[in-house]
């Protein structure tokens, strides 16, 4: 299986609902255009202001799918509150490394670990449950519009 993105998610206001989008803008040193994040009115904008860390954040649909079976939930990706749900590769190992998705270029920067907002609206067992698998946080360094369905390429 290659791997590829299988979800794009956003929000224009914090808190609210992310919904799948068919395609997104990522813009180098910003964001993906659109999100709440981009426009610096994230939950945690304030702390993150002029971070890389808070460009993109990604998350594998294996994760999502283990972490369900496992705790007998139902969680969507989109609970998760990540812009961009992959299949086929280890986002852990990005740490670091310079990755594309579609067109653009990325910096894996950190991983996005669960935290006690993300297990209020979520699920309190995100917290425990998904320590080293809730995704990863990337710099755009490149720009491009991606669409459901665009590589990851190491």
Partial sequence: MRAQVVEILSTSAPGAP??????ALLEAGRGLVGDRYHAGAGTFSARLAGKP???LTLIEAEAIER???????SLSAADFRRNIVTR?????ELVGVEFR???ALLRGLRLCEPCAHLARVANPKVLPGMVHSAGLR????VGAAIRPGDPVVI
């Fill in 88 to 92: 086929g590769v280890g986002l852990n």
């Fill in 67 to 73: 972490f369900n079976q496992r705790e007998g939930l």
């Fill in 18 to 23: 992310l919904t799948a989008c068919a395609q």
């Fill in 138 to 141: 990337a710099q755009i360094l």
């Fill in 53 to 55: 860390d808070a460009e």
């Fill in 101 to 103: 998705v579609g067109g």
